[in-house]
Structure formats: structure tokens, C-alpha cells
């Protein structure tokens, strides 16, 4: 049997693109590399994104099309091509931002969210280039948070992608998945789809030059925080926690999975949130509702920095509620404290920079 290229083609017409309902020659997804040597025939298909979701299922198709309508002996070798560009391989993401700092809780409710939006507001008020990513994928808080619920990202064009162009507010970069789906409903996700939104949020936005690029996770330890690791070269880790016992229990796990072997994140340091109530009207006085220093003694326990201790106060529900961030007030207790933290967690970072050049220089001569 001799193999001739309209043969060939008028086989891959019977196939048809999900996407569009097309055949892949008409939709000429079929590309002009087709060669056939005796029995064996090679071409390319030429998808969109190289996300394609029908991807291998187009490519399967094709290569059952030649073998009915062809013939069975055909051996047949389909690669495949993309009119976008790949995304970066994983460690490779990011090649602009300098610091890259998950603020991390072992259990939800102890103000995490809260202390990653006034951290990243804290670090742009110091003079910082500053990146917001609201990975928590199923209770996004970022947009309400900054008053942004209305935002809705667009994409543009860069270097043959397109990519997710972050809000900007306060002069902050923020990405949530709460800008692409309604707020009202629950977002009923398996980890591998939740996992894959969020490298997109990382690996498909324009998030340009930053000096931190903070990581608001979600609360506990579960596939978001493997996805983000393995996809990211975190800089160091800040674990927030309430004074009291059974929320440093959980604060211990959250350490410890940054410390285990196979991730081995350096922990910048530890935070104390709602360390203390002070009303307004009695700035001087504290009433320790959660216990007292609990955190605080965890860190000396553990031999890593207390970064900061921040009180309750109703300005930061209220500035949490209306999307202004206490942190914007540096004249405030609060305001005073988040940028604090903020200062300890530069110090902290740079220390951990400086520690780790020394090993780069080395690894780079040999």
C-alpha cells in the first residue's frame, strides 16, 4: 500500500476539535511538518495553550482515525505544538521576585489572613515592591479585604502568553481566586483542581519585578501548601498563632511541615495575634483574653524570632470589613505594630539571604 499525504489528511478530517466543533484540518490544527516514509507517517498538532484540556484525547483520536480509515499497519508518531508559549518549569517560576514569604496558621481563626493583608500593606508602606496572592483557594478573604470584590483581572499578551494581570490597590499586586468565582457560592473543588488554579495564579500572571511576594495560605497542611512548595522557591515561612494552648498545638504542625526533610523552609519567625484586647478609649491597658504570651513562649521554645505581637483592637474588624487595611495608618497601635512586623520580617529574611549565599557561591564553582 503506498501512502500519499490527501490520504493521510482526509483521515484526520473525520476527527473533530471538542473545542469548536471542527475537524483539526479545518480548523487547521493539523501542522505542514507531515512526513511519511513507507508505512510510517509523523506530523504535528498544533493546540492553543499547551493546557489544551483535550489535548491527549485530539492526539488519540488522530491516531484511530489513520488506523480505520488508513490502515492498521501505519505506525503513526503525532507530536504536538503550541501557539503559546509553555509555562516555567516548576522552580523556575517567578525569576523576578526577590522574597517569596508564606504567612502560614495550623488552624483557621487566629487572624491569618488579617496579618498577610497588614504585612504586604506594612512592607509597601516601608517602600517595598510588593505581591499579594490569596491562596486560599476554598475562603478567599483577599477581595473583600482590599475592597476589590467588584475587580474582575484581565489577560495580556507577554512574550507569546497570556497572563492573569494582577488588581492593584494600595499599591499592591493582589491575585484571589475569589476574582473568578461568586462570592455567594461554595467553591466545590478536588484537590488536583484547586491545585491547578492556584499555579495558574502563580505561574500564568504578570506579577513582574517584587521584592516580597506574599503568600496568604490557607489554614492547616493539605495539597495547596504541597502545590505551592513544589511549585515555588519559598524564602522562609511566618506562622501565625493566638496565645492559647489548643491554637499552638496546631501552630506546632504547621512548623513542622515546613521543617520536614523533604521541604525544609526556613521558619522567619512566629507571630501573636490577638496577643492582647486594648479598648480605645484605655490605650495603656491590656486584657488577655486568649491567655498570655503563649506564642511568645512557643518561640522561645523552638529557638525562632518572635516577629511581632498584635492586639485586638475594633479598627482592625472594622478596617478588615471596609477593605482598609489598619496597617494604612501608621499612627495607630495597630498600624505601629503590623509595621513592626513588617521590619522584623525583612531583618529576618535578609539574615536568611546572607546565611544562604555562602552554599550558592560554593555550588556555583563546582
Known sequence: MTLY???????????????????????????????????????SIIFDKPTDPFMKSVVKSAETAIHTYVSKDVEVTISTESKQAARPEPGKLLPQVKNVIAVSSGKGGVGKSTVAANLAVALSKLGYKVGLLDADIFGPSVP???????????????????????????????????????PEQATLWRGAMASNALKQLVGDAKWGELDYFVL??????????????????????????????????????????????KVNVPILGLVENMAWFTPAELPENKYYLFGKEGTKRLA????????????????ICEGGDNGTPVALNEDSITGQAFIELARNVVEQT????????????????K
Do not use: C, W
Not at 479585604?145 to 492573569?164: K, N, S, T, W
Not at 522561645?300 to 479598627?315: D, K
Open 300 to 315: 522561645e521554645e523552638l529557638n525562632v524570632p518572635l516577629l511581632g505581637q498584635i492586639p485586638i483592637v475594633q479598627s
Open 144 to 182: 473583600k479585604m482590599f475592597q476589590v470584590e467588584d475587580a474582575r483581572p484581565y489577560a495580556e499578551e507577554v512574550g507569546g502568553r497570556d497572563l492573569i494581570v494582577p488588581v492593584e490597590k494600595y499599591g499592591i499586586e493582589l491575585l484571589s481566586i475569589g476574582f473568578f468565582v461568586s
Open 350 to 365: 535578609e539574615k536568611r539571604n546572607a546565611e544562604m549565599a555562602p552554599t550558592q557561591i560554593v555550588q556555583t564553582h
Open 216 to 261: 496568604d495560605t490557607p489554614p492547616g497542611t493539605s495539597d495547596i501548601h504541597l502545590t505551592l512548595l513544589q511549585n515555588l522557591a519559598i524564602t522562609g515561612a511566618v506562622i501565625v498563632s493566638t496565645p492559647q494552648e489548643v491554637a499552638l498545638a496546631d501552630a506546632r504542625k504547621g512548623i513542622n511541615m515546613y521543617q520536614n526533610d
Open 5 to 43: 499525504p490527501k490520504l493521510i489528511l482526509d483521515a484526520l478530517s473525520t476527527v473533530r476539535y471538542p473545542g469548536n466543533g471542527k475537524n483539526i484540518v479545518e480548523a487547521e490544527m493539523v501542522a505542514d511538518n507531515l512526513r511519511i516514509d513507507g508505512m510510517k507517517v509523523s506530523f
